[in-house]
């Protein structure tokens, strides 16, 4: 069974980077049926695409963040990643950690991580 | 980006109903639409895939329809688990975009 955990730091200062991690297990990240992405939920609202790491090594970002996110892929850890620079109180979400895959066109999300609070704060 | 705009934001229901609501994009995205559901505290399930595929493990009582820019998801008979907040997302154009979600609620 797939299972997919998020992990970091639940709070981050303003004008630092959040980094988060999701361990895959149950499953090989590396797989070319598969890709990750990252979603995030400020509390009380809504789902926000963070952004996509492909099996073909391509990164797709949300043009709202684009120029502070980064998406990674460890194989040797089975791990995805996200940063997140120069975080505001706005990047205080729940942040999920997901796969696509075939079925879903490589688009929509089959198995979600529980999420993680990242509050945002000094 | 595509805009996403879920009707209505609430629906007050009992069970057995069978409820309707709807999720419209700002342009066309052929079939490129999922549906989720979330209850408080947890991750979002996929319910619906492609617009109208029934993901595997979830009830038959679900489903999905329409193209282009309207789409609708139905349950035939509301359940006490399925009091929970309804997402649509497309694929169809970066970025994925998520509709602002309807709150199925006990009348």
């Known amino acids: 069974q797939l299972q997919l955990q998020e992990s970091g730091p639940g709070l981050v200062k303003p004008s630092e980077t959040l980094f988060l991690t999701c361990t895959v297990s149950?499953?090989?990240?590396?797989?070319?049926?598969?890709?990750w992405g990252w979603i995030r939920q400020p509390p009380g609202k809504g789902l926000e695409w963070i952004g996509s790491v492909y099996s073909s090594g391509s990164t797709y970002y949300n043009s709202s963040l684009k120029s502070r996110v980064t998406i990674s892929v460890d194989t040797s850890k089975n791990q995805l990643s996200l940063k997140l620079s120069s975080v505001t109180a706005a990047d205080t979400a729940v942040y999920f950690c997901a796969r696509t895959g075939i079925l879903c066109s490589s688009g929509c999300f089959d198995y979600w991580g529980q999420g993680t609070l990242v509050t945002v704060s000094s | 980006d595509i805009q996403m705009t879920q009707s209505p934001s609430t629906l007050s229901a009992s069970v057995g109903d069978r409820v309707t609501f709807t999720c419209r994009a700002s342009q066309s995205i052929s079939s490129w639409l999922a549906w989720y559901q979330q209850t408080p505290g947890k991750a979002p399930k996929v319910l619906i895939y492609k617009a109208s595929s029934l993901q595997s493990g979830v009830p038959s009582r679900f489903s999905g329809s329409g193209s282009g820019t309207e789409f609708t998801l139905t349950i035939s008979s509301l359940q006490p688990d399925d009091f929970a907040t309804y997402y649509c997302q497309q694929y169809d154009s970066f970025p994925w975009t998520f509709g602002q979600g309807t709150k199925v609620e006990i009348k």
């Open positions: 149950g499953g090989s990240i590396h797989s070319s049926s598969y890709d």
